[in-house]
Protein backbone atom coordinates (compact mmCIF):
# COMPACT_ATOMS: atom_id res chain seq x y z
CA UNK A 1 0.00 0.00 0.00
CA UNK A 2 1.40 3.80 -0.98
CA UNK A 3 1.86 5.70 2.64
CA UNK A 4 3.23 8.81 0.83
CA UNK A 5 3.91 10.16 -2.31
CA UNK A 6 6.37 13.50 -2.55
CA UNK A 7 7.86 15.56 -5.63
CA UNK A 8 10.17 18.45 -5.78
CA UNK A 9 12.02 20.97 -8.56
CA UNK A 10 14.68 22.57 -7.51
CA UNK A 11 16.81 25.36 -9.68
CA UNK A 12 20.23 24.05 -10.58
CA UNK A 13 21.66 27.66 -10.25
CA UNK A 14 20.43 28.16 -6.18
CA UNK A 15 22.27 25.08 -5.37
CA UNK A 16 25.16 25.37 -7.65
CA UNK A 17 25.48 28.67 -5.30
CA UNK A 18 24.95 26.68 -2.28
CA UNK A 19 27.75 24.13 -3.07
CA UNK A 20 30.18 26.89 -2.50
CA UNK A 21 29.57 27.03 0.89
CA UNK A 22 31.45 23.70 3.49
CA UNK A 23 28.83 23.78 6.35
CA UNK A 24 25.58 23.62 3.49
CA UNK A 25 27.54 20.69 2.10
CA UNK A 26 27.87 18.36 5.48
CA UNK A 27 24.55 19.72 6.58
CA UNK A 28 22.76 18.28 3.42
CA UNK A 29 25.07 15.82 1.98
CA UNK A 30 26.93 12.76 2.94
CA UNK A 31 30.42 12.08 2.21
CA UNK A 32 29.47 9.22 -0.83
CA UNK A 33 26.86 11.84 -2.22
CA UNK A 34 29.98 14.43 -2.15
CA UNK A 35 32.03 12.11 -3.54
CA UNK A 36 29.98 10.94 -6.08
CA UNK A 37 28.92 14.58 -7.27
CA UNK A 38 32.08 15.52 -7.76
CA UNK A 39 33.11 13.23 -10.16
CA UNK A 40 30.48 14.65 -12.64
CA UNK A 41 31.08 17.01 -15.65
CA UNK A 42 27.94 19.05 -14.34
CA UNK A 43 28.24 18.57 -10.75
CA UNK A 44 25.51 20.90 -10.02
CA UNK A 45 22.89 19.22 -11.59
CA UNK A 46 23.68 16.15 -9.59
CA UNK A 47 23.61 18.23 -6.04
CA UNK A 48 20.24 19.88 -7.28
CA UNK A 49 18.48 16.19 -8.31
CA UNK A 50 19.87 14.84 -4.51
CA UNK A 51 18.57 17.97 -3.00
CA UNK A 52 15.67 17.78 -4.45
CA UNK A 53 15.07 13.80 -3.36
CA UNK A 54 15.49 14.88 0.24
CA UNK A 55 12.99 17.35 -0.37
CA UNK A 56 10.61 14.57 -1.84
CA UNK A 57 11.51 12.36 0.66
CA UNK A 58 10.64 14.21 3.19
CA UNK A 59 7.26 15.93 1.61
CA UNK A 60 6.18 11.86 1.13
CA UNK A 61 6.83 11.14 5.14
CA UNK A 62 4.53 13.85 5.72
CA UNK A 63 6.78 14.81 8.65
CA UNK A 64 8.88 17.59 7.04
CA UNK A 65 12.86 17.45 8.57
CA UNK A 66 12.23 17.49 12.17
CA UNK A 67 12.60 15.49 15.19
CA UNK A 68 16.43 14.86 14.70
CA UNK A 69 16.02 13.89 11.15
CA UNK A 70 18.83 15.29 8.87
CA UNK A 71 18.64 15.84 5.69
CA UNK A 72 21.99 13.95 4.84
CA UNK A 73 20.60 10.76 6.62
CA UNK A 74 19.02 10.36 3.04
CA UNK A 75 21.54 9.34 0.41
CA UNK A 76 20.99 9.21 -2.83
CA UNK A 77 22.56 6.00 -4.78
CA UNK A 78 23.04 4.80 -7.76
CA UNK A 79 23.34 1.00 -8.48
CA UNK A 80 25.27 -0.09 -11.41
CA UNK A 81 22.94 0.37 -14.04
CA UNK A 82 22.91 3.67 -12.67
CA UNK A 83 19.06 3.61 -11.34
CA UNK A 84 18.92 5.91 -8.22
CA UNK A 85 17.98 4.54 -4.63
CA UNK A 86 17.72 6.07 -1.23
CA UNK A 87 19.34 4.97 2.07
CA UNK A 88 18.13 6.04 5.06
CA UNK A 89 20.52 6.42 8.23
CA UNK A 90 20.20 7.79 11.89
CA UNK A 91 17.00 8.98 12.90
CA UNK A 92 15.11 9.24 9.95
CA UNK A 93 15.90 5.24 9.68
CA UNK A 94 14.12 4.51 12.74
CA UNK A 95 11.18 6.49 11.92
CA UNK A 96 10.99 4.44 8.66
CA UNK A 97 11.29 1.76 10.83
CA UNK A 98 8.16 3.12 12.77
CA UNK A 99 6.14 3.96 10.31
CA UNK A 100 6.63 0.79 9.00
CA UNK A 101 7.61 2.18 5.70
CA UNK A 102 9.63 -1.57 3.79
CA UNK A 103 10.07 0.04 0.18
CA UNK A 104 11.40 3.44 -1.47
CA UNK A 105 10.41 4.41 -4.85
CA UNK A 106 12.65 6.94 -6.36
CA UNK A 107 12.78 9.03 -9.99
CA UNK A 108 15.02 11.43 -10.46
CA UNK A 109 15.48 14.22 -13.72
CA UNK A 110 17.91 17.10 -14.30
CA UNK A 111 18.80 19.31 -17.38
CA UNK A 112 20.97 22.51 -16.95
CA UNK A 113 18.46 24.37 -15.40
CA UNK A 114 16.09 22.62 -12.89
CA UNK A 115 16.21 18.77 -11.48
CA UNK A 116 13.27 17.17 -9.84
CA UNK A 117 12.95 14.19 -7.97
CA UNK A 118 9.53 12.26 -6.89
CA UNK A 119 9.97 9.69 -4.31
CA UNK A 120 6.64 6.70 -3.26
CA UNK A 121 6.74 5.54 0.10
CA UNK A 122 5.19 2.05 0.61
CA UNK A 123 4.88 -0.91 3.33
Known amino acids: MILGIGTD ?10 ITNI ?3 EKVFSKAEIAYCETKANKAESYTARFAAKEAFFKALGTGWRGGMAFNEVEV ?7 P ?8 AELIKEKNIRIIHISLSHIKDVAMATVVLED
Do not use: C, P, Q, Y
Open 9 to 18: IAEVHRIAKS
Open 23 to 25: SFM
Open 77 to 83: WNDELGK
Open 85 to 92: TLNILGTT
